[in-house]
């Protein structure tokens, strides 16, 4: 072959696809400039620390268990429940509200999606409604028209936008007591309230023609002023017109769980608590003990047995004694327990437990006695006994509940605070008071009780709480002529009659008709109660009341902006 052949051939010009694919010779690195190496060589370390932070921030996270969420921070849990005498009495006072597991941001277990439900109600504008169907402006109004649930529409997205309302869906208008009135009801929920509930209102909108074909609202009603769309409930045999059917919630669905069968109960696993030294304590030590039980079973993967049967502490009484037999769905929302965790009640669990126990043979339901706190749940999680039973024998403070999630315990059980949320009934009464003051209102928390006649722990309290002092504070706090809704423990109504010229003041008992012998609220407590009546009682106001001040536009707190004092007392401001 030639020189020239070999000049010619595929792979022995420069300018060959074969060449070209080469790796460059060192002639060509050398003409590279330097700084596209140092920028080459500085990607290839900041991708080596993302790479890094990826793989920190996963071990972390897989790592990491947080703790109960007491009042949102660890630092509140050592200075309230977790803070103990010697003898483990709580030393959380009695008229402070208890967190529950919808105050939280932390571990509160979110919403099932739902496809029926929107975050956000679709608001359609009057004038699209308006074209959609033909109208004629001298004909009488049809509160089935859809331009009427348009207007409303319209109207309800443009007047409660700043109020922290959310609207779920609504439902068709009806026509109130005269021509061109209609009444509309629709779900919401509040966004100040981490639940997923949702509430009922029905107004009454006075409905006029507008431009063109839309519709012009006049004026509306005041909350649950529509009283043609209250749905009433469905009464069994003849009807009575003289007898007004009370309005209920018909979402409320608190009936207790039962075993289906023999098997079934044998097939089991259930954890259960005798009754031990925490009955008739504080509220908060209640739940406290209570949760620990609760996270036991979870951790066990058993069903916890749990009685509904509560012993209100005398704190929450007029005479300081204590009053055993209230009921759990009183204060706590049941519906949303049993659909959060395993829950049986405890008279049927043992009256089955009677009827389908063998003694003898193989039928037989196995128990697992555990006599003392000290069986940690760790030993326990291997038992394939029917029935875990822990009994709480002993003497305070070693019969108390919580003692089982001391110790090493402690890292293992996590309480499940998603499962406690407040009862939907007392809810319901901080959602109507809420709403009569159109979700547009100032509060105000005035603590005083026992802890203004404490003078070693609280030297300023009294002072700093005294009608004087509250007239020369409040007003450079709260803008002059708010709705006011004071929250407080103060037992004289007219303690507050000073602010009254700056505000219009509110307390809890401008709205007694919300729990009377009239009231939703007192037809569903009776029906729980086997027709006795319930006293609307200390902890319930407690509730209540510390629940509408949470959805006052402007707080006022009595330890953060109207005393010197601490909380807890001297000296613990900063913990």
């Given at each position: 072959?030639?020189?020239?052949?070999?000049?010619?051939?595929?792979?022995?010009?420069?300018?060959?696809?074969?060449?070209?694919?080469?790796?460059?010779?060192?002639?060509?690195?050398?003409?590279?400039?330097?700084?596209?190496?140092?920028?080459?060589?500085?990607?290839?370390?900041?991708?080596?620390?993302?790479?890094?932070?990826?793989?920190?921030?996963?071990?972390?996270?897989?790592?990491?268990?947080?703790?109960?969420?007491?009042?949102?921070?660890?630092?509140?849990?050592?200075?309230?429940?977790?803070?103990?005498?010697?003898?483990?009495?709580?030393?959380?006072?009695?008229?402070?509200?208890?967190?529950?597991?919808?105050?939280?941001?932390?571990?509160?277990?979110?919403?099932?999606?739902?496809?029926?439900?929107?975050?956000?109600?679709?608001?359609?504008?009057?004038?699209?409604?308006?074209?959609?169907?033909?109208?004629?402006?001298?004909?009488?109004?049809?509160?089935?028209?859809?331009?009427?649930?348009?207007?409303?529409?319209?109207?309800?997205?443009?007047?409660?936008?700043?109020?922290?309302?959310?609207?779920?869906?609504?439902?068709?208008?009806?026509?109130?007591?005269?021509?061109?009135?209609?009444?509309?009801?629709?779900?919401?929920?509040?966004?100040?309230?981490?639940?997923?509930?949702?509430?009922?209102?029905?107004?009454?909108?006075?409905?006029?023609?507008?431009?063109?074909?839309?519709?012009?609202?006049?004026?509306?009603?005041?909350?649950?002023?529509?009283?043609?769309?209250?749905?009433?409930?469905?009464?069994?045999g003849p009807k009575s017109p003289r007898v007004k059917a009370p309005v209920v919630d018909a979402e409320i669905n608190d009936t207790i769980p039962v075993v289906g069968s023999e098997a079934e109960f044998k097939r089991g696993k259930y954890l259960y608590y005798m009754r031990g030294g925490d009955h008739c304590k504080s509220m908060n030590q209640f739940i406290w003990s209570f949760l620990c039980g609760l996270g036991e079973a979870k951790f066990l993967n058993r069903t916890f047995v749990m009685d509904l049967n509560v012993c209100l502490s005398g704190a929450h009484t007029p005479d300081g004694k204590d009053v055993d037999g209230k009921d759990f769905r009183y204060y706590f929302d049941f519906e949303h327990l049993k659909e959060s965790a395993s829950v049986v009640e405890e008279g049927d669990f043992l009256k089955d437990w009677k009827r389908w126990d063998k003694k003898k043979g193989p039928g037989r339901i196995t128990v697992r006695k555990v006599p003392s706190y000290k069986t940690t749940p760790m030993q326990l999680k291997r038992d394939k006994s029917n029935i875990i039973w822990r009994q709480f024998n002993g003497q305070e403070p070693e019969n108390y509940w919580y003692r089982v999630c001391e110790g090493r315990a402690a890292k293992v059980i996590q309480r499940p605070w998603y499962a406690i949320w407040k009862s939907k009934r007392l809810m319901n009464i901080v959602t109507e008071i809420a709403g009569r003051l159109d979700w547009d209102y100032d509060g105000l928390h005035v603590v005083r009780g026992w802890k203004a006649q404490y003078k070693k722990n609280y030297p300023n309290l009294d002072a700093d709480t005294s009608p004087d002092a509250l007239a020369a504070k409040v007003p450079t706090l709260i803008k002059p002529w708010r709705h006011l809704y004071i929250a407080t423990n103060e037992p004289f109504y007219n303690y507050f009659?000073?602010?009254?010229?700056?505000?219009?003041?509110?307390?809890?008992?401008?709205?007694?008709?919300?729990?009377?012998?009239?009231?939703?609220?007192?037809?569903?407590?009776?029906?729980?109660?086997?027709?006795?009546?319930?006293?609307?009682?200390?902890?319930?106001?407690?509730?209540?009341?510390?629940?509408?001040?949470?959805?006052?536009?402007?707080?006022?707190e009595t330890f953060n902006n109207l005393t010197r004092d601490c909380k807890d007392?001297?000296?613990?401001?900063?913990?």
């Amino acid at each position: 072959m030639s020189s020239s052949d070999q000049d010619d051939a595929p792979d022995g010009g420069e300018d060959s696809p074969l060449f070209r694919r080469r790796g460059p010779s060192s002639a060509d690195i050398a003409e590279i400039p330097v700084s596209q190496s140092f920028i080459k060589a500085a990607s290839n370390v900041g991708f080596s620390l993302f790479v890094l932070a990826v793989l920190v921030v996963t071990v972390v996270a897989v790592t990491y268990q947080p703790p109960d969420p007491w009042l949102q921070s660890s630092a509140a849990i050592t200075t309230s429940l977790s803070r103990v005498l010697p003898n483990s009495t709580y030393l959380v006072p009695d008229d402070s509200l208890l967190p529950t597991g919808e105050d939280f941001n932390s571990s509160s277990v979110p919403a099932p999606a739902r496809a029926d439900e929107p975050d956000e109600a679709p608001v359609v504008p009057a004038s699209a409604a308006a074209n959609a169907t033909a109208c004629d402006p001298d004909a009488p109004l049809n509160c089935s028209d859809p331009r009427v649930l348009a207007a409303v529409k319209a109207f309800n997205a443009k007047a409660f936008f700043r109020r922290s309302i959310v609207f779920l869906s609504y439902e068709a208008p009806v026509p109130g007591p005269k021509p061109g009135v209609c009444d509309v009801a629709w779900r919401f929920r509040n966004r100040k309230e981490r639940s997923w509930r949702r509430y009922r209102d029905y107004r009454r909108f006075i409905l006029a023609p507008g431009e063109g074909c839309a519709l012009e609202i006049t004026k509306v009603g005041k909350f649950r002023s529509g009283i043609n769309a209250a749905r009433r409930p469905q009464r069994k045999g003849p009807k009575s017109p003289r007898v007004k059917a009370p309005v209920v919630d018909a979402e409320i669905n608190d009936t207790i769980p039962v075993v289906g069968s023999e098997a079934e109960f044998k097939r089991g696993k259930y954890l259960y608590y005798m009754r031990g030294g925490d009955h008739c304590k504080s509220m908060n030590q209640f739940i406290w003990s209570f949760l620990c039980g609760l996270g036991e079973a979870k951790f066990l993967n058993r069903t916890f047995v749990m009685d509904l049967n509560v012993c209100l502490s005398g704190a929450h009484t007029p005479d300081g004694k204590d009053v055993d037999g209230k009921d759990f769905r009183y204060y706590f929302d049941f519906e949303h327990l049993k659909e959060s965790a395993s829950v049986v009640e405890e008279g049927d669990f043992l009256k089955d437990w009677k009827r389908w126990d063998k003694k003898k043979g193989p039928g037989r339901i196995t128990v697992r006695k555990v006599p003392s706190y000290k069986t940690t749940p760790m030993q326990l999680k291997r038992d394939k006994s029917n029935i875990i039973w822990r009994q709480f024998n002993g003497q305070e403070p070693e019969n108390y509940w919580y003692r089982v999630c001391e110790g090493r315990a402690a890292k293992v059980i996590q309480r499940p605070w998603y499962a406690i949320w407040k009862s939907k009934r007392l809810m319901n009464i901080v959602t109507e008071i809420a709403g009569r003051l159109d979700w547009d209102y100032d509060g105000l928390h005035v603590v005083r009780g026992w802890k203004a006649q404490y003078k070693k722990n609280y030297p300023n309290l009294d002072a700093d709480t005294s009608p004087d002092a509250l007239a020369a504070k409040v007003p450079t706090l709260i803008k002059p002529w708010r709705h006011l809704y004071i929250a407080t423990n103060e037992p004289f109504y007219n303690y507050f009659d000073k602010l009254r010229s700056h505000f219009h003041v509110h307390l809890l008992d401008d709205y007694k008709e919300l729990w009377s012998s009239n009231s939703e609220w007192y037809n569903e407590t009776m029906a729980l109660s086997g027709g006795k009546p319930v006293p609307f009682d200390a902890y319930m106001r407690v509730i209540v009341d510390t629940e509408v001040f949470y959805r006052a536009k402007t707080q006022v707190e009595t330890f953060n902006n109207l005393t010197r004092d601490c909380k807890d007392g001297i000296n613990t401001c900063n913990l």
